[in-house]
């Protein structure tokens, strides 16, 4: 079995083990949070940490009613023009902890007297000591390229902080390793799907509210794992412009679970069909589109750290189908030290 | 000719006249930016409008030190559940200002007492009415689908408005429309950069810093305008993952100026290069691709209202010689109401 194939599977262990293990830290850094009051939020983070602030921007804003802003590193690392944090929280998410623009946000944000947080799988890295809160992923080394039980374990960390303090929420949380596992068991190898879409030379993957952060993550894996050219759009911004190119070429794939963006979700992909699209789906009704891909029944909020798992499994059907080296693939590395 | 090519003309003489009679508003709230000291600002915005807040977001961060918040609607139109925005000045880009979701963020913003301005080019728009401080981009009707004036004209009201009070950044802002019309005299029709690119089926488009806004615009351009499958990242974000798919195929485009960001355009440059893929770029040193287009000398932080010029031509170019109608491309519609 691939390493990646593995780190798909680890993922309800690696959650469960997170969040009994870091309970009193995100119960401290919740505190925090509660006495301090920042007006908003500022995540760094890249590749597939910046999907998980995608995740972090809906949870964080529609739990904890905070705006967050996606960090912009090159005014810390080339303009030597770093915003004013006041009030603020800044957290870096990154598995390694040493990409030098997440650490540099989050150094400038202590420097600026911030209330900081880093959410990283290496608590001896730069990143965790930048920050004055550290959430220890403790996935276990990943050895795989490509980012899987990391993703998965930075979203329950963001929901785990946001619940922290209304057991409603919290018991959810607590049940998402048994969801993660369901998932697992209901997809499988995904073998339908990985044959319907054996032909995708480009892709377009379409979510919106929560299930932004999923479309993100899934074009990166389905693209960095099998090769395929895919992006991701909001349905508005894909509406605004790019479905141009929307047709027979280029595929779809829909995030469209039961639940608040159900509505946009089909409007979007009847658009889609209109143009002699092809359409995917990942969600509850299987009418959405062929291949479908069931997802098992989670609170919505939670939804993106287990729609996620058909997608990796899809990339890395699609990857062994082509004869990629899924571990390592197309020459990429681990960590990219980006500044 | 075609009302794109007639818009794209129009540019130095629209942004001379919203210079000259903005001023006095833009004046006002910059007044009121410096009263009520708002700790961040929100942005919402679709399209090359939210473009244009990429800009922003630049800008604000780097002359004004204020983080930029990219706003999420669905959290508005969708959930029910509006962050909470204290000490925040809260601002719609929109042409025509009647995104609902647009209006959406700013008359919540107003709800809540926050400052409120709106960019748009109709000054009896909703999103106009919606807010307290009101930039009116005096375009003229804009009746190409393809935003071209409108985009630059926004570009130009943000960099006034960071300006404000600063009378050599106000002075340097004074000289964009000149800038524009010798931006737009020395790429003419581009006719060289056109033919290299003929053949171009899929394109990714290259930039950091005050050009990841021209990164995102060039793409959104290439794409509706002329078909071809065009996608935007920076740098750092194309290393983490997608540069998987960078080889032959995949031609890059590189905004690359010299400045701040040249370094690691030229680091980008030469990744993209070793996995095989054509590099065209816009900047200052034509070894960095091939086509090349030139841009006029202006200060880096204005660099985003002319280098989109090189980008908008090569892009309607592109799309006469597939026989596209450049004002009505592919059934897309001018207003798209998104909720």
Request: charged share 20%; aromatic share 4%; glycine share 8%.
């Amino acid at each position: 079995m691939s390493l990646a194939r593995a780190e798909i599977a680890q993922q309800p262990d690696v959650v469960a083990r997170l969040l009994e293990r870091e309970r009193s830290t995100l119960r401290a850094l919740a505190a925090e949070l509660r006495r301090r009051r920042p007006r908003y939020a500022v995540i760094a983070a890249r590749g597939s940490s910046d999907n998980a602030a995608r995740y972090a921007q809906h949870v964080l804003g529609r739990i904890l009613r905070l705006p967050v802003v996606l960090a912009t590193p090159s005014l810390h690392t080339l303009y030597d023009a770093p915003p004013r944090f006041i009030d603020a929280i800044v957290i870096g998410v990154s598995q390694s902890g040493a990409s030098p623009d997440v650490v540099s946000v989050v150094a400038e944000g202590a420097r600026q007297g911030a209330l900081t947080a880093a959410i990283t799988n290496d608590p001896s890295s730069p990143l965790a000591a930048a920050a004055a809160h550290v959430v220890d992923l403790g996935a276990g080394e990943e050895r795989s390229v490509a980012a899987t039980k990391t993703y998965t374990a930075s979203l329950a960390a963001i929901a785990a902080l946001a619940a922290e303090g209304d057991p409603g929420l919290a018991a959810e949380v607590e049940r998402l390793p048994g969801a993660l596992a369901a998932q697992l068991a209901l997809t499988g190898a995904a073998g339908a799907a990985v044959d319907a879409a054996a032909g995708w030379e480009r892709l377009t993957v379409v979510g919106r509210g929560a299930h932004y952060a999923t479309a993100f993550e899934a074009a990166l894996k389905v693209r960095e794992l099998a090769g395929i050219v895919a992006e991701a759009f909001s349905p508005a911004d894909l509406l605004h412009g790019p479905i141009a190119t929307a047709g027979p070429a280029q595929p779809l794939l829909a995030i469209a679970p039961a639940g608040p963006t159900e509505g946009s979700m089909r409007e979007l992909v009847a658009a889609a069909r209109e143009r002699g699209a092809h359409v995917a789906a990942i969600g509850h009704d299987p009418a959405l589109g062929d291949p479908f891909m069931e997802l098992v029944d989670v609170p919505e909020w939670l939804g993106p750290a287990v729609a996620i798992v058909p997608a990796q499994l899809l990339a890395v059907g699609l990857a062994e189908r082509r004869g990629v080296d899924v571990d390592a693939p197309f020459g990429l590395s681990k960590i990219t030290l980006t500044r």
